[in-house]
């Protein structure tokens, strides 16, 4: 009886072990390249029922065959038929053999230092090894070969290249002289390289799936912000040591991922977004912060409510949706910001810790890629869209609408620096992405649309330190870097670069340039 059973029991077993097994090769096959052959994640996010327990499968499926909108992910629904797309969506959503841990033990086990005595040198004592103006050079991203290329700004020609850990993101964030700078993959390395040397310092694996990482503005710490673990890890900035691991949970024990951390400068804080809880998170680094009350109380003055006291105390600041990514106003009160699909985006004030008005911006607003310049007497903002082929101008005194600009696609970057009377947009979504709009300041018109490389993908713009030069990027494998006058729009050279994807003016970056990203 029981061999009759065991037998029953594995034929009628057989053919989910298989469908297993084929789903695996298909994942294998077509996905394992991006998301990691354990699925925690590389290029693209990991692939766990943790991460995906807000897509629904059907969703998913969806993904799958049509692709991704301003990312990476591909349609497959040409290469796979709709049964081996559905099999896929179960693989994805299976529960992996061994849970992954990435804790305290594994973070400080992974710490390299290459360069111990680079931390101990003041910027002032050490000269670069380089002739190039150090605050006027850019940083390029290689996406295509996993490389880095450091960039005279003046001369625009390579000082070095070097290669990266894979699929970095969030772009290099410098310490505040621009002497070093800190890089964050996908898979959750953490890279500190030193400017003037032209060698890496040190490096740490911080989790397993990255979304970006910031540093302090008194340049001693870092913080990064993690899809996997739910974590934010605090190293020391010197050495990438681990000074903290904050678990990200709500009072309820419900955990998320990390949309988005920034630092705030005026604030001595980091600010941190979730993408599964709909808060926003202060986190302070002074040495002695004021205690933190996130109870509901009439006056903590009177101490009513539990403080939260000590170092890197936690400020939650709740809100009516989820926020994927944000940017800030140039003085720091204000956190504007929304989730992807999102009806409104929400203005919060830091100062009050709450939402103080939502703004209009449907579609799927890149707030990450949101500027701000002075337009008559008042600040605007422009956000791209990566969903509608519109950039909005919000005014930032009364939040309103100001105009809607009509694109030729959806965008992905929009960029502008203070010396500069444009702003740049691609078209980085659908047929007409080979093309870049440049937009005047003042009348809020289309004056220009490149073509600079037709039929193939444009995105990113940055500018040197005095704003006159414009460097586009060229997103494919044999890509290139294309200067531009930015006052004439005339080109005057390309650089030959494997899929550039991000450009970093020094100056720009530490100076905080209204027309650059965080």
């Given at each position: 009886?029981?061999l009759?059973?065991?037998?029953l029991?594995?034929?009628?077993?057989?053919?989910?072990?298989?469908?297993?097994?084929?789903?695996?090769?298909?994942?294998?096959?077509?996905?394992?390249?991006c998301?990691?052959?354990?699925?925690?994640?590389?290029?693209?996010?990991?692939?766990?029922?943790?991460?995906?327990?807000?897509l629904k499968?059907?969703?998913?499926?969806?993904?799958?065959a049509?692709?991704?909108?301003?990312?990476?992910?591909?349609?497959?629904?040409?290469?796979?038929?709709?049964?081996?797309?559905?099999?896929?969506?179960?693989t994805?959503?299976?529960?992996?053999?061994?849970?992954?841990?990435?804790?305290e033990a594994?973070?400080?086990?992974?710490?390299?230092?290459?360069?111990?005595?680079?931390?101990?040198?003041k910027?002032?004592?050490?000269k670069?090894?380089?002739?190039?103006?150090p605050?006027?050079?850019?940083?390029v991203?290689e996406?295509?070969?996993?490389?880095?290329?450091?960039?005279?700004?003046?001369?625009?020609e390579?000082?070095?290249?070097?290669?990266?850990?894979?699929?970095?993101?969030?772009?290099?964030k410098?310490?505040?002289?621009?002497?070093?700078?800190?890089?964050?993959?996908?898979?959750?390395?953490?890279?500190?390289?030193?400017?003037?040397?032209?060698?890496?310092?040190?490096?740490?694996?911080?989790?397993?799936?990255?979304?970006?990482?910031?540093?302090?503005?008194?340049?001693?710490y870092v913080?990064?912000?993690?899809?996997?673990?739910h974590?934010?890890?605090?190293?020391?900035?010197?050495?990438?040591?681990l000074?903290?691991i904050?678990d990200?949970?709500d009072?309820?024990?419900?955990?998320?991922?990390?949309?988005?951390?920034?630092?705030?400068?005026p604030?001595?804080?980091?600010?941190?977004?979730?993408?599964?809880?709909?808060?926003?998170?202060e986190?302070?680094?002074?040495?002695?912060?004021?205690?933190?009350y996130?109870g509901?109380?009439?006056?903590?003055?009177?101490?009513?409510?539990?403080?939260?006291?000590g170092?890197f105390?936690?400020?939650?600041?709740?809100?009516?949706?989820y926020?994927?990514?944000?940017?800030?106003?140039?003085?720091?009160?204000h956190?504007?910001?929304?989730a992807?699909?999102?009806r409104?985006g929400?203005?919060?004030?830091?100062?009050?810790?709450?939402?103080i008005?939502?703004?209009?911006?449907?579609?799927m607003?890149?707030?990450?890629s949101?500027?701000?310049?002075?337009?008559?007497?008042?600040?605007?903002?422009?956000?791209?869209?990566?969903?509608?082929?519109?950039?909005?101008?919000?005014?930032?005194?009364?939040?309103?609408?100001?105009?809607?600009?009509?694109?030729?696609?959806?965008?992905?970057?929009?960029?502008?620096?203070?010396?500069?009377?444009?702003?740049?947009?691609?078209?980085?979504?659908?047929?007409?992405?080979?093309?870049?709009h440049?937009?005047?300041?003042?009348?809020?018109?289309?004056?220009?649309?490149?073509?600079?490389?037709?039929g193939?993908?444009?995105?990113?713009?940055e500018?040197t330190?005095?704003?006159?030069?414009?460097?586009l990027?060229?997103w494919?494998?044999?890509?290139?870097?294309?200067?531009?006058?930015?006052?004439?729009?005339?080109?005057?050279?390309?650089?030959?670069?494997?899929k550039?994807?991000?450009?970093?003016?020094?100056?720009?970056?530490?100076?905080?340039?209204?027309?650059?990203?965080?």
């Amino acid at each position: 009886m029981k061999l009759a059973a065991s037998l029953l029991f594995s034929v009628l077993c057989l053919p989910l072990l298989a469908q297993a097994a084929d789903g695996g090769k298909l994942f294998a096959e077509h996905c394992a390249q991006c998301h990691g052959p354990d699925r925690l994640g590389a290029m693209g996010p990991a692939l766990l029922p943790g991460n995906l327990h807000r897509l629904k499968k059907n969703r998913a499926a969806a993904v799958i065959a049509n692709g991704l909108p301003a990312t990476q992910m591909p349609a497959f629904a040409g290469k796979l038929t709709a049964a081996q797309i559905d099999l896929l969506v179960e693989t994805i959503y299976a529960p992996p053999a061994q849970t992954p841990v990435w804790g305290e033990a594994q973070v400080r086990a992974s710490r390299v230092v290459y360069l111990p005595e680079a931390a101990q040198v003041k910027a002032d004592v050490v000269k670069p090894v380089y002739s190039a103006d150090p605050l006027n050079v850019f940083l390029v991203v290689e996406a295509g070969d996993h490389h880095v290329t450091v960039l005279d700004g003046d001369r625009l020609e390579p000082i070095k290249r070097f290669k990266s850990r894979f699929a970095l993101h969030g772009g290099p964030k410098y310490s505040s002289d621009g002497r070093f700078v800190y890089f964050a993959s996908r898979d959750g390395w953490i890279s500190k390289f030193d400017m003037y040397r032209l060698e890496m310092v040190a490096e740490v694996r911080a989790g397993i799936n990255t979304r970006n990482a910031a540093v302090s503005a008194d340049d001693r710490y870092v913080m990064v912000g993690n899809y996997l673990p739910h974590t934010l890890v605090l190293l020391d900035a010197h050495d990438l040591s681990l000074v903290k691991i904050i678990d990200v949970e709500d009072d309820f024990d419900n955990s998320s991922r990390v949309s988005a951390v920034y630092t705030a400068p005026p604030r001595q804080s980091f600010i941190v977004a979730l993408k599964d809880i709909k808060e926003v998170w202060e986190i302070s680094y002074a040495d002695d912060p004021e205690p933190v009350y996130n109870g509901l109380m009439h006056d903590y003055q009177l101490q009513e409510g539990l403080a939260e006291t000590g170092p890197f105390p936690v400020r939650r600041i709740r809100l009516d949706d989820y926020l994927d990514d944000f940017f800030f106003d140039p003085d720091y009160r204000h956190l504007i910001g929304a989730a992807r699909n999102a009806r409104n985006g929400q203005v919060v004030n830091l100062l009050v810790g709450r939402k103080i008005a939502a703004i209009e911006l449907s579609g799927m607003p890149h707030l990450g890629s949101g500027i701000t310049w002075k337009y008559g007497d008042t600040r605007v903002l422009a956000s791209p869209n990566l969903k509608e082929g519109e950039v909005t101008i919000i005014d930032m005194q009364t939040w309103k609408t100001l105009k809607k600009i009509k694109t030729r696609g959806p965008g992905f970057f929009m960029r502008s620096h203070e010396n500069s009377r444009y702003a740049w947009v691609d078209v980085f979504v659908g047929p007409d992405r080979d093309l870049m709009h440049v937009i005047d300041k003042q009348t809020l018109e289309i004056v220009r649309t490149l073509q600079p490389a037709p039929g193939k993908t444009s995105g990113h713009i940055e500018f040197t330190r005095d704003g006159k030069k414009a460097l586009l990027s060229i997103w494919e494998i044999d890509g290139e870097v294309i200067v531009y006058d930015a006052d004439s729009l005339e080109e005057i050279k390309r650089l030959p670069m494997s899929k550039p994807v991000g450009k970093y003016n020094v100056y720009n970056k530490i100076t905080r340039s209204e027309g650059t990203s965080h």
